[in-house]
């Protein structure tokens, strides 16, 4: 039986250098991952296993781009990279920004879902997209964060459009800067009817192993305000290739040999 067809956009961030060039403390998954070569499969499986509308890439002012499919994508360019949540300039970090923007053009273009897919995330099943907003009993949905260091994962999310005005009002409202409550905190807080009226000093340094810590990651199970995807990984480990639907990201050199096994027809091995 075929998926029922939905009304939205898919939106990604985009940032990439020189290998030489990465000078970020951890870097997780393949270095193809990062490159402007891994976007050709990023795009063509977007594609194949998904029908939007039409997809934006929001570029952090990276010096290296990627070259789009200009029948499907189009790139925005931001005027500075805001850098890592971990390390950024200004109140929010560049995912922020490409979150942010990406929802507004869901709501100019009078679509009816946001969805996010990250620029070094893979998709995998016909009608993957369809099968999560059909699942849907809240307007949010996120990866689910058991297993991570964060209480949601932000490499595929969607976001019914009607309530995006609600969550950017309630995102925007939290004070603290991305690198002292992470992006994926922020996303559990501002969905939450009860979490956003908490003291902003409960989530921070969430990671620690304390009383306090405990109690918070309780508060998050209790009081999360969005569905959970209803298929995994993000990026927690390990894969199972055999499921009807799955993504990931981070993903290493085996995996992604285990990815193109499944698909085939798509190529992106090194000259």
């Given amino acids: 039986m075929r998926n029922k067809q939905y009304n939205y956009i898919i939106t990604s961030g985009w940032w990439s250098t020189k290998e030489e060039l990465d000078n ?25 296993f998904s029908n939007p509308k039409k997809i934006y890439i929001i570029d952090s002012n990276s010096p290296v781009k990627p070259i789009i499919d200009e029948n499907n994508e189009v790139i925005i360019s931001l005027l500075e990279n805001a850098g890592h949540s971990t390390n950024h300039i200004g109140k929010l970090c560049g995912v922020s920004r ?6 507004s053009m869901a709501m100019v273009n009078e679509v009816d879902y946001w969805v996010y897919i990250e620029q070094d995330a893979l998709i995998y099943g016909t009608g993957i997209i369809e099968e999560a907003i059909s699942k849907m009993k809240k307007p949010y949905m996120f990866g689910n964060g058991w297993g991570t260091p964060q209480p949601t994962q932000q490499s595929l999310m969607i976001i019914k459009t009607s309530h995006i005005p609600e969550f950017i009002k309630n995102f925007t409202s939290i004070k603290a800067r991305d690198n002292e409550i992470s992006p994926e905190t922020k996303f559990a807080i501002a969905t939450s009817k009860f979490l956003r009226f908490l003291p902003e000093s409960l989530f921070k340094d969430i990671h620690k192993n304390s009383l306090k810590n405990k109690i918070v990651w ?8 969005f569905d959970d995807l209803p298929f995994g990984y993000g990026r927690t480990r390990p894969l199972n290739f055999d499921d009807k639907y799955f ?10 040999n285990r990815y193109l096994e499944k698909i085939r027809d798509i190529d992106i091995k090194d000259d």
């Avoid at 870097?27 to 063509?44: A, V």
């Avoid at 993504?247 to 992604?256: A, N, P, T, V």
């Fill in 247 to 256: 993504y990931f990201q981070h993903g290493e050199q085996e995996e992604l």
């Fill in 24 to 48: 970020r403390e951890i870097i997780r998954g393949n270095s193809l991952i990062r490159s402007d070569k891994f976007h050709k499969l990023w795009i063509e499986t977007v594609l194949k």
């Fill in 218 to 225: 309780r508060l998050f199970r209790h009081f999360k305000g």
């Fill in 98 to 103: 490409a979150h942010l923007l990406g929802m």
